[in-house]
């Protein structure tokens, strides 16, 4: 019987006696260096994960602070009424930020995309820890995007306008989610198709309660504006008349309600910019306004909310209602 033979022989009575199957010194060896190798590997693995987490994500951070100059830029020439750089009156950006759709909640819809270029911007620099970090940044670029991918379209569509700073803003965000894309293939424990399917379903589910609040579901006074309202909130401002109020005065705010989303274009002074408990403004008390809503037509004061037929009446607006 030859050595081969006889070596298998002992092999299976060993299998068969529970005893330890012999090694040769060659397979001893490769498995001994096997061992080195993966454990240097996992070390430099370990290592190459501390740096990523000692320093700040440089191309995350550089592509933020852009965004945050941009949309800082946005948000300021909306709070001072200024107009844009290189932005006629007749120009899309005007027609874009001019419209319902450039505010939300009472505020610049630049400042949202401010915040969340600072967040992305926090999260370049101080989440260490290379999953959670690769997590944050993933979660609010691909909101940001869809956001910003839902107003391009309502400017596109809607107001058939565009503006080049909004779609400076959409590029952005585009290499943002891009550069993501890219890192995650350095981040060990993504599991792509259930964080996909989170991510995206919150992401769409934002986007259908913005189009929600724009369409006036949840408050006729971001929904559209009737014409007859719009129009005549227009033709009181041109003709001189002045809306008294104060934001926490309920009759005030039930005035307003009456013109919906055109409510904006009242000619509406605020008498109490400091609480109930401050000072009236100084074109209030010049007008010797003490109570409130308190209306001016010239010569004529009334004070008291006053109905929509009514406001027609008394500043002559020739417009008519729409028909129902």
Known sequence: MSKKSKAKRSAKQAARSGAPIPVSRETQAV???????????????????????????WPLLVLALAGLVLTGYLTGTAWLGARLAYCGPESGCETVQSSRWATLLGVP???W??????????????????????QAAWLVALLALCISLYLTSISLIVLQASCYYCLASLALIVVI??????QSRQVPGIAWPAWIAQSAGLAVAVVVVLHLHYSGVFSRSAGPEDP????????????????YGASWCPRCQEQKDMFGAAAARLPYVECSPNGPQGAAAPACLAQGVSAYPTWTFGTERHTGAISVEDLASRSGYAGRPKSP
């Open 177 to 182: 989610v891009g550069l993501l894309v890219v």
């Open 31 to 57: 498995e001994q260096f096997n061992r080195k190798v993966a454990k240097h590997e996992t070390r430099k693995d370990r290592e190459a994960a501390s740096r990523r987490r000692k320093l700040p994500n």
């Open 228 to 243: 007859y309202l719009r129009g005549l909130a227009e033709h009181l401002k041109t003709s001189g008349a002045l809306f």
């Open 113 to 134: 995309g401010f915040l969340a270029y600072a967040a992305l911007a926090w999260t370049a620099l101080r989440v260490k820890h290379p999953l959670q970090h690769w």
């Open 109 to 111: 819809i630049a400042l």
